[in-house]
């Protein structure tokens, strides 16, 4: 046994992975040090010596005479002598420090080539010459070429190779024999373009490519795909064919140029060979041209040393000076000056000690040559990182004399923990359900971790911390990780003011905080500081713009720069208090003025005031002061007087008596003066913005925290804020938990709060992001509409404008604050987190009135009747109890009774249901709920009614034309604005266009052939059709369901509207139009189609479209569908659909009706009943009319009516599918739309033209049988 303290090394166990640190702080350090008897003692070891004597002995005796030979290939002539012997001396200094032993005492020696010129071949044989009956380790080869051609002699003679050193992919797959622990060369390429993008912040990133090389080939491929990943492509490309290299002339060079400068590039991604001599002369016209002298240049650790002296040649043909920071590489491990790992600080050591006593290494005069030669330093950081890993490796092999047990031994998920740098994990060959519990499989790379380099002055890499980059032990290598568009944020530092500074550095605390591992390869939010002056901060935000991504702005700025158009601002706070305006580019997060004020206003109507008065400094005093009477004179309290302050002005003077005042618009002197204020006036209150007290926080704190008085004074100075404490310890709130877990408690405060909750709504947001810019992050915003952020949520954000003009809510119209749950606190709550909130949490509605005489307005009627609700709430709760028991109850209240009155009815479809079933039987369920959802909530949204609900078809009736109008438009910008969370469905109706347009040279793809912009504008998720028509009804009240159906002409006209349109549009006919007034009329956008045939219908009907999303372009009506003739028998609000029992099924049709019979024949018609109940649902297939009970009858009618639709599908898949296998034998459920039947279907396009049979023998769309409203009573 060999114990060594010190370094980390510690003790290693022969037997098993254990192994044990005897430290000053072990356990068994830490039990020698208690004082026992010496005769205890003695006992203690004397029976203890028996087993030592047991297990130790064998241990040397197997180890103590064993050898372990290393055969070093890291020589090649394309390297330097400088660049061998680092790696070796590296390599030596390692196993040096551990004495050429392993932790079983085994001797580690290594083998040299007795040429350094000798081949691959030459080698190894050399290598087995000397090894015989020892154990044989390969260090290296040096160069993809040797790594290439020594792979069959590893396999031949049972070696690995362990650190080997290649520059290409082509040689880093699956080979046990390989034993790689660095980073393969696209993931540096990959790390290159994740520091152009998100630290360089470029728009516009260029490439020198060799077609056809091998060494770029395959990293040009890796470039677009890393691009697209992150939502950006190449600006430009210089091409140079590897066959045309030396031979190309001057002038076609020259005309590459001119084609590539044109872009514009600001960075250019080097990756090609240096030594070829078509680069060279691109790197000195780089230098040479203006338009890009300043660009950044590009490239790995392989071409750091070339591309160095080159430049510095290039700069010299130029008459240019370096600028430092301009050449940017990578690294596979730190550099061996970067103290701050302590990987490096162990290798400086080791190192210093090996150079000091060994004087074999040519070229190494003094122990810190690796201080001043950067390129050899790496190298021999490197050999040294190889020795450690060998080092392990064979302390953990359970022998040390066979070669193939020592091979297997490294993939029993072997994993390196080196001081602060983890190789591995490898893995051998492992099956599926293992590697899905972890562990990893066939992994022969370790590297996990990317290092980037400035070239900085004298020509010296120095660390880019920032960029370093890696994706953890989870994955074997960079192939499968997978690189998010990155958010740029730009977060404002205004140098010239004190407090904006300090506010924002809490701010952009808060908000980095998520970030801190930057070289994640998760993380996709990057902030970057951007220190401005008040007078320049316009012009230093263009400057920026010319040459840099600016997803948004972040942090305290000018109230002014929210005017601008260009820029989009996230939770923005300006130095003083502005008015809200709505602004699509400004997204608030807090409570904006307004909201404060409303709420605030609630709060004092609730208690007694001895008189309102308000102090307010800003530039829009005037609209403020309104603002503010707006709000109280609509909770019916007065405001006695506003003053408007100057800058100058000491609001001390203005604060007097104990009534209430407003301050808005603070001052860092004026915190103190309130608290005065309020410790002298026991009867008076503040009331402040949130934003005040967040950006003088630590004032306010100290203010009212400095004595007994001034915290008693506390409880009257008011303000309305959305946030939950940020500083209470016990919290139930979830985000300030996790605001807990990573901020210190030093900086727990509301800014801070801020910054982090920004952040966690970006995260949230940004998932579903491909590619981010400032206006599409704006749209994803308005999309989501509400955000959960844990426990808090914001929105809704809306930016459509309201329809009228009359006063209404505003979650009806734009809205850019997202604030919600806004309660009154006190300053004793900010102080003492156990002290309750004065008002609980609301969301205004930021409805005004202005007061008008003794009538009563009608936000007091409201007031009034928000009482009596109050007042209700138990019978209220009744009520829901009640709902929920009684599920087919439904809200009669609402549902059109009088037969003498017209009624609107609205008839809605999905297109392509059947088609969309069959394709994504996995996401259809999802879908059609929140089809359900969305719809219903306008249903509640309008007072209409819901009549039937059969499948995705939805039938509603209104009492108001108008409202049912509003809400067929309402629900195709519902579906519109949806984040339906995949874009299958899009691809599928785009698929089932194109494949009609193959089929039909007269048809024209209304959206197949959209640009992907202009399609996501007016395309998304399910299309659903829908069919409006007023007139008088037959109005029944149904027993059993308890509501309203609607019977005769009315409904069978509307259902025929529906029928013909397409998804995403919406009909009405001419006489609901007219039935709408000419107000109404002007505020929505209408197109007369003209008259329109209806099947059934003798006359044509005038139709209108109603543009909901202005700007799509349908197909032609579907006149072509079959309805049948309505028969005013059944159910009324059905068009009649004639019975399967009369209709001719198809063979495939025959087997599936005969496969239910075998099933469920034999069971009693109330339990046949319960199962085909189910198969309809799932297959959506109505019941049919005229079925009131259920029989033998019935039970044979729908068993047909279900194996007509299956039957249906089947053959189509059938059609489609070049495997004579039918449909039945391939197997599956064929009740229910996931079976793997419909997954056959899944595999056509074209799914829009599934055709059954029906009774007249016409071939129909299955859609059209349940577009024409078949409703179950």
């Not at 590039?265 to 691109?282: E, K, R």
Request: proline share 4%.
């Amino acid at each position: 046994m060999c114990w060594q303290e010190g370094g980390g090394r510690g003790c290693v166990y022969p037997h098993g992975n254990c192994r044990r640190n005897l430290t000053a702080r072990s356990p068994a350090r830490r039990y020698s040090k208690y004082k026992h008897s010496p005769v205890i003692t003695a006992v203690s070891l004397l029976h203890l010596l028996p087993l030592l004597l047991m297990w130790m002995p064998p241990v040397c005796a197997e180890n103590g005479n064993v050898t372990v030979k290393v055969l070093s290939m890291m020589h090649n002539p394309a390297y330097t002598e400088g660049e061998i012997n680092a790696l070796n001396a590296g390599f030596d200094a390692s196993l040096s420090a551990h004495s050429w032993k392993t932790g079983s005492n085994a001797t580690i020696s290594v083998i040299r080539p007795s040429s350094p010129n000798a081949t691959v071949d030459g080698m190894i044989q050399e290598g087995m010459d000397q090894s015989k009956d020892k154990l044989l380790v390969v260090f290296g080869p040096l160069g993809s070429d040797r790594v290439a051609n020594v792979r069959n002699k590893l396999r031949e003679n049972d070696l690995v190779a362990l650190a080997p050193v290649a520059h290409s992919s082509e040689v880093r797959g699956w080979n046990p024999h390989l034993y790689f622990i660095s980073v393969e060369p696209n993931a540096e390429l990959l790390a290159l373009i994740r520091y152009a993008v998100v630290y360089l912040r470029v728009p516009r990133i260029g490439m020198m490519h060799v077609k056809s090389s091998t060494a770029s080939m395959g990293p040009y491929e890796f470039t677009l795909q890393i691009l697209e990943m992150m939502g950006r492509e190449l600006c430009g490309m210089f091409v140079v064919k590897d066959s045309e290299n030396q031979n190309i002339s001057e002038d076609d060079l020259n005309t590459r140029w001119r084609q590539f400068v044109a872009t514009r590039p600001q960075a250019i991604l080097l990756f090609s060979s240096l030594v070829d001599g078509s680069i060279t002369w691109f790197i000195k016209k780089v230098a040479q041209d203006n338009r890009t002298a300043n660009a950044y240049l590009l490239s790995t650790s392989l071409q750091q040393g070339p591309l160095i002296n080159m430049w510095r040649e290039a700069l010299a043909l130029a008459n240019r000076t370096f600028t430092p920071g301009q050449l940017i590489t990578t690294g596979t491990v730190p550099l061996a000056s970067d103290i701050r790992f302590s990987l490096i600080q162990h290798f400086q050591h080791d190192m210093d000690n090996y150079l000091d006593t060994k004087s074999d290494w040519k070229g190494f005069a003094k122990p810190d040559h690796y201080l001043e030669d950067d390129n050899a330093g790496e190298m021999m950081v490197y050999g040294w990182l190889a020795g450690e890993v060998l080092f392990q490796a064979l302390n953990n092999a359970p022998q040390l004399t066979n070669r193939t047990s020592f091979m297997e031994s490294l993939y029993e998920q072997r994993r390196y923990v080196i001081d602060d740098l983890v190789v591995g994990d490898f893995g051998g060959e492992c099956n599926e359900a293992v590697a899905l519990q972890g562990a990893m499989c066939n992994c022969n790379q370790g590297g996990s971790m990317v290092y980037m380099k400035s070239i900085m002055d004298g020509f010296r890499p120095a660390p880019l911390w920032e960029g370093h980059l890696t994706w953890g032990v989870s994955e074997c290598s960079s192939a499968n990780v997978h690189v998010g568009a990155p958010l740029s944020g730009l977060f404002l530092l205004l140098a010239d003011n004190k407090i904006a500074l300090r506010a924002s550095r809490k701010w952009f605390l808060g908000a980095e905080v998520h970030g801190k591992e930057a070289e994640n390869i998760d993380n996709r939010i990057f902030f970057h500081p951007l220190t401005v002056s008040s007078e320049n901060v316009t012009q230093s935000l263009e400057q920026v713009q010319d040459n840099r991504d600016v997803s948004a702005v972040f942090g305290i700025m000018p109230g002014g720069l929210l005017d601008r158009k260009d820029l989009v601002f996230i939770s923005p706070m300006t130095l003083r208090p502005r008015m809200k305006l709505f602004r699509r580019n400004v997204i608030h997060l807090l409570p904006v003025l307004a909201q404060q004020l409303y709420v605030l206003a609630v709060y004092l109507s609730n208690t007694s005031s001895r008189g309102v008065n308000a102090l307010i400094r800003s530039e829009q005093a005037g609209e403020i002061s309104s603002l503010l009477h707006k709000s109280l004179d609509t909770f019916g309290v007065p405001l006695d007087s506003s003053k408007t302050l100057g800058d100058g002005d000491p609001i001390a003077s203005y604060l007097s008596g104990d009534g209430d005042v407003f301050t808005i618009g603070l001052t860092l002197t004026d915190v103190a003066a309130v608290a005065r204020h309020l410790q002298a006036h026991r009867r008076a209150r503040v009331f402040i913005p949130f934003n005040d007290l967040a950006m003088y926080y630590d004032e306010f704190v100290a203010a009212f925290n400095a004595s007994k008085e001034s915290i008693a004074s506390s409880e009257r100075l008011l303000f309305a804020t959305s946030f939950p404490h940020w500083a209470e310890k016990d919290t139930k709130s979830d985000v300030v938990a996790s605001f807990h877990r990573i901020v210190n408690e030093s900086h727990w405060d509301p800014l801070t709060f801020l910054g982090f909750v920004t952040t966690r709504l970006l995260q949230v947001i940004l998932p579903n992001m491909k590619k981010v810019n400032a206006e599409l992050l704006a749209d994803r915003i308005y999309t989501e509409s509400n955000i959960k952020v844990d426990d808090m949520r914001f929105g809704p954000f809306n930016d459509v404008e309201c329809v009228s003009g009359t006063s209404v809510s505003a979650n009806e119209c734009a809205s850019n604050f997202g604030a919600t749950n806004i309660s009154v606190w006190s300053m004793a709550r900010v102080l003492n987190s156990s002290v309750p909130i004065l008002q609980r949490g609301m969301t205004p509605s930021m409805g005004y009135i202005i007061s008008g005489g003794s009538r009563l307005t009608g936000s007091q009627i409201a007031g009034i009747g928000i009482g009596c609700i109050a007042g209700l709430i138990p019978f209220i709760a009744l009520g829901v109890l009640l709902r929920i028991t009684l599920r087919n109850a439904r809200d009669n209240n609402l549902a059109p009774k009088e037969p003498t009155d017209p009624v609107t009815l609205i008839f809605t479809d999905i297109e392509s249901s059947t088609a969309l079933w069959a394709a994504h039987p996995e996401l259809m369920p999802d879908a059609v709920a929140t089809h359900h959802y969305l719809i219903r909530s306008l249903i509640g949204r309008y007072k209409c009614y819901e009549v039937k609900t059969v499948g995705d078809s939805f039938m509603i009736a209104s009492k108001s034309p108008f409202a049912a109008v509003q809400l067929a438009q309402e629900l195709q910008l519902c579906f519109l604005q949806h984040d339906w969370g995949t874009n299958a469905v899009d691809d599928s109706y785009q698929q089932f266009e194109q494949q009609r347009a193959e089929e039909d040279e007269k048809y024209t793809p209304p959206t197949a052939r959209l640009d992907l912009k202009v399609y996501s504008r007016l395309w998304n998720g399910l299309r659903v059709r829908v069919g409006i028509h007023t007139g008088l009804c037959d109005i029944r009240h149904d027993e059993v369901t308890k509501g309203y159906d609607y019977y005769g002409r009315t409904p069978n006209m509307a259902a025929r509207t529906e029928s013909v349109a397409n998804g995403g549009q919406v009909l009405m006919t001419g006489s609901t139009y007219l039935s709408l007034s000419a107000e109404e009329r002007e505020q929505i956008d209408v197109t007369a189609l003209g008259d329109v045939p209806l099947r059934g219908v003798p006359d044509p009907v005038e139709m209108y479209q109603l543009n909901a999303v202005p700007g799509r372009n349908f197909a032609a009506l579907r006149l072509e569908r079959e309805i049948e003739d309505e028969e005013d028998v059944g159910t009324g609000s059905s068009a009649s659909e004639s019975s399967f029992n009369e209709c001719g099924l198809t063979a495939t049709a025959q087997q599936v009706a005969g496969c239910i019979d075998a099933l469920i024949g034999a069971f009693p018609v109330i339990q046949r009943q319960k199962m085909l109940a189910t198969f309809c649902e799932r297959w959506h297939v109505k019941k049919p009319p005229g079925v009131d009970a259920w029989n033998e009858a019935s039970c044979r009618c729908v068993t047909r009516r279900i194996a007509a639709k299956v039957g249906c599908v089947m053959d189509f898949g059938t059609r489609n599918t070049s495997s004579s296998v039918t449909s039945l034998e391939r197997g599956g459920s064929l009740f229910s739309p996931g079976g793997a039947t419909v997954a056959t279907v899944a595999s056509s396009s074209n799914f829009s033209y599934v055709e059954g049979r029906r009774c007249t023998l016409h071939l129909i769309d299955l859609e059209s049988v349940e577009s024409a409203s078949q409703y179950p009573s």
